[in-house]
């Protein structure tokens, strides 16, 4: 199974500031056709996990552009420029490409300072 | 719109048996999978399997093999998670989820919380 691994676990940050998340990959996320499927969802307190990116970089629709997936790989960041409270959550990355199973990051869970 | 609904919190005794429902509505059920992915208590996701609502196919997580029981009811648009055996680690929030194009996953249902305590 393909192992994520997160860094950092946990993410204080300053309201207006910015903030990285890096997601690695135990083995590479190309798959054969040469798309990365990997995914970064975010889930609030109490709420359901919800996708903001796809397949590296695609912002979901509704998603705000202050958030912004990028990598290559196994390496892979989710920035979150200005951080608003409402981001107050858990991400979680994903990978798509060596399924079964579906494998998830440990999980950054981001605060406000 | 999409909608997954799924059925309400339950408590168990270790060794019971839980099934969870997930009624899907906004869209045509029988052309996607669902999938169901798992939380334990200030945990992280953990993906359990799929059905394919069309052929009745599933894929068990390995860790699950022998315990769980993916099935649905076309005729009413749901499926459904049967879990045997429950242990006090089975107590988590069970998601639905409905993947898309791009092997992830775009909708996902409220969550069920069962707790298994004796």
């Known amino acids: 199974d393909v192992v994520m691994t997160q860094s950092p676990l946990s993410l204080p940050v300053t309201l207006g500031q910015s903030a990285s998340i890096s997601c690695r990959s135990s083995?590479?996320?190309?798959?054969?056709?040469?798309?990365?499927?990997l995914n970064w969802f975010q889930q609030r307190p109490g709420q359901s996990p919800r996708r903001l990116i796809y397949k590296v970089f695609h912002r979901d629709s509704g998603v705000p552009d202050r958030f912004s997936g990028s990598g290559s790989g196994t390496d892979f960041t989710l920035k979150i420029s200005r951080v608003e409270a409402e981001d107050v959550g858990v991400y979680y990355c994903?990978?798509?490409?060596?399924?079964?199973?579906?494998?998830f990051g440990q999980g950054t869970k981001l605060e406000i300072k | 719109q999409v909608q997954l609904v799924q059925s309400g919190a339950e408590v168990k005794k270790p060794g019971a048996s839980v099934k969870v429902s997930c009624k899907a509505s906004?869209?045509?059920?029988?052309?996607?999978?669902m999938h169901w992915v798992r939380q334990a208590p200030g945990q992280g996701l953990e993906w359990m399997g799929w059905i394919n609502p069309n052929s009745g196919d599933t894929n068990y997580a390995q860790r699950f093999q022998g315990r769980v029981t993916m099935t649905s009811d076309t005729s009413i648009s749901t499926a459904y998670l049967e879990l045997s055996g429950l242990r006090s680690d089975d107590t988590a929030v069970y998601f639905c989820?409905?993947?898309?194009?791009?092997?992830?996953?775009?909708?996902w249902g409220q969550g069920t919380l069962v707790s298994v305590s004796s």
């Open positions: 906004g869209y045509t059920f029988t052309a996607y999978y």
């Open positions: 989820a409905r993947p898309d194009i791009f092997w992830s996953f775009d909708y």
């Open positions: 083995q590479s996320l190309v798959y054969s056709d040469g798309d990365t499927y």
């Open positions: 994903m990978q798509g490409t060596h399924w079964p199973p579906y494998t």
